[in-house]
């Protein structure tokens, strides 16, 4: 075998320039594998990193999205979160590209990964690097054996698999795991970013954004979370639900005393639930929770309600009814007004006013001016119409007066004045002189005109069978004498008021034909006034008419002294029963000597008791009735003045007196001698019922007197009656004699 090299046998001598300058084997191969691999790292750490963020990221949703983690418990996730990906990053980033990766360890990969080439690649890396080394280097080796070796393996790169040395599949695996990261998180950005943005915000920037929720709680009445209430209204809480209805609702509140519960509300609709406290006094605070809704916070401040001070109500009347304006007190109640009346309103409240305005009837609302102040307010409203008329304000916090002042506005519904006349000291049957006294009250809606009196005298005769029906009088003015006078345009009138027969019958003889009123007729009497109401006629109005029958002197003071006489025994009768009460009372034992019968000695002294009461009563009523007989006997001019005077001060004054003193003081006398059994007010009850029979002896000798008194008086009259008569009929029978001397004969 010819053992010289062939002349085109390229030169391996170890001083050739070429061979020295000749790159490694595979130099270019390398450093694509280690740009592979240090790619490959990046990949893996990256899909490492994905699959990390989004274990983080699922878990971490799912509970706080749930739970609403507190600040605390989302930084401790993110903190664990940071050390795992922390550590992951460092040993499969950091320390793996901290490692150097040399030609030889390229070429170990590489004959892992092909076991063919055996160690062939690495050898002729070791031995092109000796072989560079140069000539100064001693070779064990032979040179030329390894420049074969070298060459052999330029010859055979195309052949050897450098990319094997590479785990393509793991590096698709974790290019995977980070495109299934990525696809992740943009696909949870295209179905719901925002809840991406709230989660990255409150896992990975910490920051105190809330989940959406759900379930959104509001007030139905609106979207203030303030409630102004005045004190002690009824508070009523609507909340309204947006999203799925919670099963239940509660309220937790809260009172600015200290006082706190919670209570659930009532469902009482679709999407609306409804809380009522019946009464507020204190300020509150609620806190509406249902579901997962945010609590919804309600502040409660318990406010004054404005109230109207100093309204003044003024009414301009008509000039017709020439009355000056009148300020009427701002009451509820009923005030009548003519046509063309106008009403001026002026008031204050205690709290800024954004509005102040008349409600009359159902749907008609006038506004009142409010003041530069936001407290005063005045306006004017001239009604048509009758109807009610309120008058509200409204406040700052949107609320009315508490009790708004109202009235009843009856307008044009005028009517006639209404007239009482009450009779005093005169009875159903007067003589022809009569007075008749008594109270006149006459009240109008818009003010009084004129009074008048009238009058009317018919024959007491009753209307026969088969006659001709007698004719209606009419009434006539009659004359008055009143206690005061009567002002214009007044409302009410109120005074004393008298009709004298005199001013009709000016004959004294009853019978004298001259008089128009006389024995045996009827007199008809009423008052009548004219109100102030217009334009037109006014209103004119009657009282009741009043019936007196016209009777003889004889006549009336025959039943005046009867009525008199009744009295007197009805006194006797008194005087009686207080004369065995007396003897009774003297003879009972007292309650401490009755023993065994005490309770029947005192309920018989109570007895005793309220027999004394009753006749107290009794003498009242006997002293009244005998007044009124008295004022009789003088408004009839039977008797005179000042002997009315007299007989009162001895008959209905010394009753009066004792059944307003002393029947009293021996009823509680006989009341204490039950309850203390004392013997001494024993004997001053006793004493006192004798005082009281020797007073009522004296009044009845007095009443005795009085009627004697007063046959005396009529007997006297009936004498000077028949002497005024026997002297005119011999003054007629002198006179036609007289006639019948001188007269000339036939």
């Known amino acids: 075998m010819n053992s010289q090299p062939s002349p085109?046998?390229?030169?391996?001598?170890?001083?050739?320039?070429?061979?020295?300058?000749?790159?490694?084997?595979?130099?270019?191969?390398?450093?694509?594998?280690r740009r592979s691999a240090r790619t490959g790292i990046w990949i893996e750490t990256l899909g490492m990193v994905a699959l990390l963020l989004?274990?983080?990221?699922?878990?971490?949703?799912?509970?706080?999205?749930?739970l609403r983690l507190e600040w605390i418990f989302r930084a401790v996730l993110l903190a664990t979160f940071v050390v795992v990906l922390a550590r992951t990053v460092q040993r499969r980033l950091f320390s793996p590209l901290s490692v150097a990766l040399s030609d030889d360890e390229m070429a170990l990969a590489v004959e892992r990964a092909a076991p063919d080439v055996k160690q062939a690649l690495i050898s002729s890396l070791q031995f092109d690097r000796e072989l560079q080394a140069g000539s100064g280097v001693r070779h064990v080796e032979s040179p030329a054996l390894k420049a074969a070796v070298v060459a052999d393996i330029r010859q055979r790169l195309a052949a050897i698999p450098f990319a094997s040395a590479i785990d393509r599949s793991r590096v698709r695996r974790y290019m995977l795991d980070l495109a299934g990261g990525v696809l992740f998180f943009v696909g949870w950005a295209c179905i719901d970013g925002a809840s991406l943005a709230t989660w990255a915000a409150r896992n990975l920037?910490?920051?105190?954004?809330?989940?959406?929720?759900?379930?959104?709680?509001?007030?139905?009445?609106?979207?203030?979370?303030?409630?102004?209430?005045p004190q002690g209204d009824a508070l009523t809480v609507r909340v309204a639900v947006q999203g799925p209805v919670p099963d239940q609702v509660f309220v937790d509140y809260a009172f600015a005393g200290g006082e706190k519960g919670s209570e659930a509300l009532s469902r009482t609709g679709d999407r609306e639930f409804t809380w009522t406290i019946e009464s507020v006094l204190a300020d509150m605070t609620l806190e509406v929770a249902g579901g997962d809704a945010l609590p919804l916070p309600i502040t409660v401040k318990v406010v004054e309600r404005p109230r109207i001070d100093?309204?003044?109500?003024?009414?301009?009347?008509?000039?017709?009814?020439?009355?000056?304006?009148?300020?009427?007190?701002p009451t509820e109640g009923e005030l009548r007004l003519p046509k063309g009346a106008k009403l001026s309103f002026s008031g204050k409240s205690q709290k800024a006013l954004t509005d102040a305005f008349l409600l009359f009837g159902s749907d008609q609302k006038i506004s009142l001016a409010r003041g530069a102040d936001n407290l005063s307010f005045a306006g004017d409203f001239a009604p048509t119409t009758s109807g009610l008329l309120v008058i509200d304000v409204i406040d700052h916090d949107r609320l009315g007066a508490g009790t708004p002042p109202k009235l009843v506005l009856r307008v044009g519904d005028d009517k006639p004045p209404t007239i009482e006349f009450?009779?005093?000291?005169?009875?159903v049957s007067i003589t022809t002189h009569a007075r008749i006294p008594g109270d006149l009250k006459i009240r109008d809606d818009f003010g009084l005109r004129s009074v008048s009196t009238s009058f009317r005298a018919t024959e007491d005769k009753p209307n026969e069978k088969g006659a001709q029906p007698l004719l209606e009088v009419p009434f006539v003015n009659a004359e008055a004498t009143y206690g005061a006078m009567l002002q214009r345009s007044a409302l009410r009138y109120e005074t004393s008021a008298m009709v004298d027969l005199r001013q009709w019958n000016r004959v004294a003889k009853e019978d004298d034909p001259t008089n128009p009123i006389r024995p045996g007729m009827l007199l008809s009497l009423r008052f009548g006034a004219k109100d102030n109401f217009g334009p037109g006629d006014p209103h004119e109005g009657f009282g009741e008419t009043m019936m007196f029958r016209v009777v003889t002197r004889e006549?009336?003071?025959?039943?005046?002294?009867?009525?008199?006489?009744?009295?007197?025994?009805?006194?006797?009768?008194?005087?009686?029963?207080?004369?065995?009460?007396?003897?009774?009372?003297?003879?009972?034992?007292?309650?401490?000597q009755a023993g065994d019968k005490r309770k029947q000695v005192e309920a018989r002294l109570k007895a005793l008791a309220r027999l004394q009461q009753a006749l107290g009563r009794r003498v009242a009523l006997v002293g009244e009735s005998y007044q009124r007989?008295?004022?009789?006997?003088?408004?009839?001019?039977?008797?005179?003045?000042?002997?009315?005077?007299?007989?009162?001060?001895?008959?209905?004054?010394?009753?009066?007196?004792?059944?307003?003193?002393?029947?009293?003081?021996?009823t509680r006398l006989v009341d204490a001698f039950v309850n203390t059994s004392d013997e001494a007010k024993r004997t001053d009850a006793v004493a006192g019922y004798k005082d009281i029979e020797r007073r009522i002896q004296a009044v009845l000798k007095h009443m005795t007197?009085?009627?004697?008194?007063?046959a005396m008086i009529e007997e006297l009259r009936a004498i000077i009656r028949i002497e005024d008569d026997a002297i005119k009929a011999t003054k007629g029978r002198t006179e036609a004699a007289e006639n019948d001397i001188f007269s000339p004969k036939k």
């Open 8 to 33: 085109t046998a390229p030169s391996t001598s170890p001083a050739s320039p070429a061979f020295l300058q000749a790159a490694l084997p595979g130099q270019a191969e390398f450093d694509r594998l």
């Open 54 to 66: 989004v274990a983080f990221a699922l878990p971490s949703l799912l509970t706080d999205r749930l």
């Open 205 to 229: 920037a910490l920051a105190n954004v809330d989940w959406p929720r759900y379930t959104t709680l509001r007030l139905a009445d609106g979207d203030s979370g303030e409630v102004r209430l």
């Open 310 to 329: 100093g309204l003044a109500v003024r009414v301009t009347f008509p000039e017709y009814m020439e009355r000056d304006p009148e300020t009427v007190p």
């Open 422 to 427: 009450r009779l005093r000291g005169i009875g």
């Open 555 to 592: 006549k009336l003071t025959e039943e005046l002294r009867r009525r008199q006489v009744e009295q007197r025994q009805e006194l006797e009768r008194i005087l009686a029963e207080e004369q065995r009460a007396t003897i009774e009372l003297q003879e009972m034992m007292g309650p401490a």
């Open 629 to 666: 007989i008295l004022l009789e006997y003088e408004n009839n001019r039977l008797w005179e003045p000042n002997q009315v005077r007299e007989t009162e001060a001895k008959i209905p004054a010394p009753l009066l007196d004792l059944a307003k003193d002393a029947f009293p003081a021996t």
């Open 705 to 710: 007197q009085a009627e004697s008194l007063a």
